[in-house]
């Protein structure tokens, strides 16, 4: 796709933090993150925060965490955002690999993620992706709003 061809991929930084949360805003309304929770995550050294820029202007970003368990690693997609005028381009999947690639770059085996039911969109974008549905979570976004959690194995 075209676009791609200017889109550049680097770490968001909490100088970032006005536009982010302006597209976290037109993503998800009511539901979005609050400004200092964003901020939390831009400063917190344990998670990874990737934007995607076409020429000057952030087109969406990415925040995902590592997380220690037993004997392994795994990889916790936060929050996938790509503003309304730039979707079906190919930016949504091209930060996730490039979250996935960093992952694995630094020994995560499994990446997981939670995903809104009704959420066509981004359940269409995971499946293609490789993200297996693993769970149905009951009331997980506020009553009535169930979410899926779904999990793809990085390495084989
Ligand atoms: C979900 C979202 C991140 C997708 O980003 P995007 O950059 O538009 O996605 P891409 O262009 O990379 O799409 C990749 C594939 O996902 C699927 N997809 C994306 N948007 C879709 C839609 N509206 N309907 C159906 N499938 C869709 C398609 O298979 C698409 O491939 P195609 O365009 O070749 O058919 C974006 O719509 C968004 O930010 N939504 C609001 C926030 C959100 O829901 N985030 C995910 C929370 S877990």
């Known amino acids: 796709m075209a676009v791609l061809l200017f ?3 680097k770490p968001a930084t909490i100088n970032d933090l006005d536009v982010l ?3 976290e805003r ?3 309304t009511i ?3 609050p400004k200092e929770q964003i901020a939390r995550l831009l400063e917190n050294p344990n998670t990874i925060s990737l934007g995607a820029w076409i020429l000057e202007e952030v087109a969406g970003f990415i925040i995902g965490s590592i997380e220690d368990l037993d004997e392994t690693k795994a990889g916790h997609v936060y929050t996938l955002d790509i ?3 730039h ?3 190919g930016i949504g999947l091209r930060l996730l690999t490039e979250l996935e690639r960093i992952f694995t770059a630094k020994g995560v085996e499994t990446c997981y993620l939670e995903v809104g039911v009704d959420n066509v969109a981004a359940r269409e974008l995971y ?5 297996t549905e693993v769970d149905t979570l009951s009331d997980y976004y506020h ?4 979410g899926v959690r779904l999990v793809k194995r990085l390495k084989t």
Do not use: D, P, S, T
């Open 26 to 28: 037109e993503c998800f």
């Open 7 to 9: 889109l550049k991929v």
């Open 143 to 146: 009553k009535g709003g169930h």
């Open 87 to 89: 979707r079906r381009q």
């Open 127 to 131: 499946r293609k992706q490789g993200y």
């Open 83 to 85: 503003a309304v005028k």
């Open 21 to 23: 949360h302006e597209i």
């Open 31 to 33: 539901e979005a993150l």
